[in-house]
């Protein structure tokens, strides 16, 4: 009798972990849902302060962005909604982005200021076309102010311009412009002309004719007019 109940039990023992094995299979079985395909990959370069992507037009749906910093300072890449953390100088970064439909999607930097200063374009996906190229800038104005030609240097530092001569006629004026400081500045006649941001150590030249009056000279990089970064120029 004590014989056939062991084999009774033992038996029963077998069906549970036959049935507990059954169970754990068809857990492990579970389907899981595929990801959506690639349909394209983008490299976004970042500098200050502009993007330079690979391709100008992708299909709809999934692409990945892998944005490199180039620039000297942090930037991030919105578009569609998504964004990268802010990338330091020399870092990369991976964006994952569904593009649903055929059409321009923005993209910019989110880091104050950097928009104004260039950061930003249009991406077009599907059977978008991209928008024109913007048309080149000039380096020299038509403006005609009678006066004789004067060449100024323009050294750039933290956080402060240096110009020489100090004194400027009216008339042509030529600025060789030189940034001999440490970080990313440029040289902006407020409301006249803006020059180019000019990394460590770069230069830029260029014409413009200027009537007497006294103009304000600024740095558009970000939080530099904070710092002193802001003066006078006084056209005799």
Known sequence: MKRAVAVIALTALGLAGLGAGVFVARGNASPTAPQAQVVAKVTVVATDFKFKLSKSKVPKGVVIFTVKNKGKILHDFKIAGKKTPLIKPGKSATL?????????????????????????????????????????????????????????????????????????????????????????????????KAGAILGPGQTETWTIGLPARTYIIVCDVPFHIDRGMSSQMVIS
């Open 96 to 192: 994952r982005v569904t593009l649903k439909k055929n059409g321009r999607f923005a993209y910019i930097c989110t880091v104050p200021g950097h928009v104004r200063l260039g950061m930003k374009g249009v991406l077009a996906a599907g059977t978008a076309t991209p928008p024109p190229p913007p048309p080149p800038t000039t380096t020299t104005t038509t403006t005609t102010v009678t006066g004789p030609s004067t060449t100024v240097h323009v050294d750039m530092f933290e956080y402060r311009f240096d110009l020489s001569p100090g004194t400027i006629p009216q008339g042509t004026v030529t600025f060789v412009i030189t940034n001999k400081g440490q970080e990313p500045h440029n040289f902006d006649i407020a409301g006249i």
